[in-house]
Nanobody, 112 residues
Framework: QVQLVESGGGLVQPGGSLRLSCAAS????????MGWYRQAPGKERELVARITSSSGSTNYADSVKGRFTISRDNGKNTVYLQMNSLKPEDTAVYYC?????WGKGTLVTVSS
């Protein structure tokens, strides 16, 4: 059974940082790309970042380039999203994605 469990969300002030984690199980993690998506209130879910199986390639939404970093630890079946210089517009539920599977999400709120 595939499981994707996100953690690390919370309330942070503008300019702050958070690190999200997604623990994956139920599939061969180290041969697949992984992604982070987010959905803000009233908006569609959007891609934030993706990483290839070997971490050889990453891509980011223009809105987060230079501020967010996606990484993975294949030994721990975990993918991370380091978020720096957070802005109020980064407020959203962040979801981990593998193919057509989704975690339940973790809420990130950026507010003073």
């Amino acid at each position: 059974q595939v499981q994707l469990v996100e953690s690390g969300g919370g309330l942070v002030q503008p300019g702050g940082s958070l690190r999200l984690s997604c623990a994956a199980s139920g599939f061969i993690f180290n041969i697949y790309p992984m992604g982070w998506y987010r959905q803000a209130p009233g908006k569609e879910r959007e891609l934030v970042a993706r990483i290839t199986s070997s971490s050889g390639s990453t891509n980011y939404a223009d809105s987060v380039k230079g501020r967010f970093t996606i990484s993975r630890d294949n030994g721990k079946n975990t993918v991370y999203l380091q978020m720096n210089s957070l802005k109020p517009e980064d407020t959203a539920v962040y979801y981990c994605n593998w193919i057509n599977y989704w975690g339940k999400g973790t809420l990130v709120t950026v507010s003073s």
